[in-house]
């Protein structure tokens, strides 16, 4: 697991490179999409999130059965499975397949691989080693970028992007210093050990908060929250007001805010200070996790691998293996056999 984090800035270029080429056959899309709707769940479903999080186009994650009623003819249908065997995907995929939509898949294989061969549907095929989903991130979210400026729905000028980030983004694990993101990930573990943590983030990058909290259950196999503000100031703040041992103790509740300084709207960064003294006046520490990057996809990727890092030295603390997620296995082995 330690590895695979270390590795992840490698995934950029292998994404891109599985995406070369990878688009609809002329004459299928006839137009510029009236909507881009990114099926996935879990792990695979986060590429879905950073695109909302960027927002440069009309983008639906969608993450259960069969399509979302914005699936039309004018839309642009990406189907990600990892695995290729995500029953929720392959229902997307054969629903968007029997409505003759416009349909891409990204996979490393399995069924969605096959499906996707068997009915001549474009598929970025990414290679092996094969790794947990959700810390295949990069690999996915490269390959989905790299498909949309196959079509000319971004420009070029991305996929370049992305590939300076994983030069950027390579840490030195041989380093000491405390802003090295595997030694701040170690230091916050350490601090919200035995506790239920609690992620919020701005409106923006309400999905980013989502992949810490996921990120949280998977690799460190614990309860975790998260809202986004400013909608949580109007609902949730209240219910820190006079927790006490009827529901749960307030040293068992640890709050991380994570923070753009630099472009969020003033009015947010208030909103995020208020929350915090108010919150702490309950006898809850609050923290503030600084979004660091000079592009938005920087900041994205870097608060993102410092989320990997902050699971993985929790799992340690809980003395629990990072990698295995039983639950989940058996739940689809139940899901199988019903």
Request: charged share 25%; proline share 7%; glycine share 8%.
């Amino acid at each position: 697991m330690r590895q695979i984090i270390l590795d992840f800035p490698r995934q950029f270029r292998i994404g891109i490179e599985a995406a070369q080429g990878v688009s609809l056959k002329p004459g299928v899309l006839t137009r510029w999409p009236e909507n881009i709707i990114i099926c996935g769940m879990g792990g695979s479903g986060l590429p879905g999130d950073i695109l909302v999080t960027l927002r440069p186009l009309d983008v639906f994650s969608y993450k259960s059965y069969r399509l979302p009623p914005q699936a039309g003819n004018e839309s642009l249908i990406i189907c990600i499975s990892y695995s290729g065997d995500t029953e929720e995907t392959l229902s997307s995929f054969n629903t968007a397949r029997s409505r003759n939509l416009p349909l891409i898949s990204i996979t490393t294989g399995g069924k969605l691989g096959k499906l996707s061969k068997k009915y001549d549907v474009p598929c970025s095929l990414l290679p092996p080693p094969l790794i947990p989903p959700r810390l295949a991130l990069g690999e996915m979210t490269a390959s989905l970028v790299q498909i949309l400026v196959n079509h000319h729905i971004l420009g070029p000028e991305i996929s370049e992007e992305i590939l300076k980030i994983g030069a950027s983004l390579k840490t030195e694990p041989r380093r000491s210093g405390a802003k090295v993101p595997e030694n701040q990930g170690k230091k916050l573990a350490e601090k919200i050990f035995g506790k239920i943590p609690i992620i919020y983030a701005s409106r923006r990058f309400r999905e980013i908060g989502w992949i810490w909290k996921n990120s949280l259950n998977e690799t460190a196999k614990v309860l975790a929250i998260c809202n986004y503000f400013p909608e949580l100031n109007h609902n949730e703040t209240v219910g820190f007001w006079k927790i006490n041992e009827m529901q749960i103790p307030n040293e068992k509740l640890y709050v991380i805010i994570l923070r753009d300084p630099e472009d969020s709207h003033p009015r947010i960064l208030k909103q995020m200070e208020i929350a915090k003294d108010l919150i702490e006046e309950e006898g809850i520490k609050v923290e503030f996790i600084d979004m660091k990057g000079k592009t938005m996809l920087e900041k994205i990727f870097s608060t993102v691998i410092l989320g990997f890092w902050t699971a993985y030295w929790l799992a340690l603390e809980y003395k629990v293996d990072p990698t295995p997620i039983k639950a989940i296995e058996e739940l689809k082995r139940r899901l199988a056999r019903a």
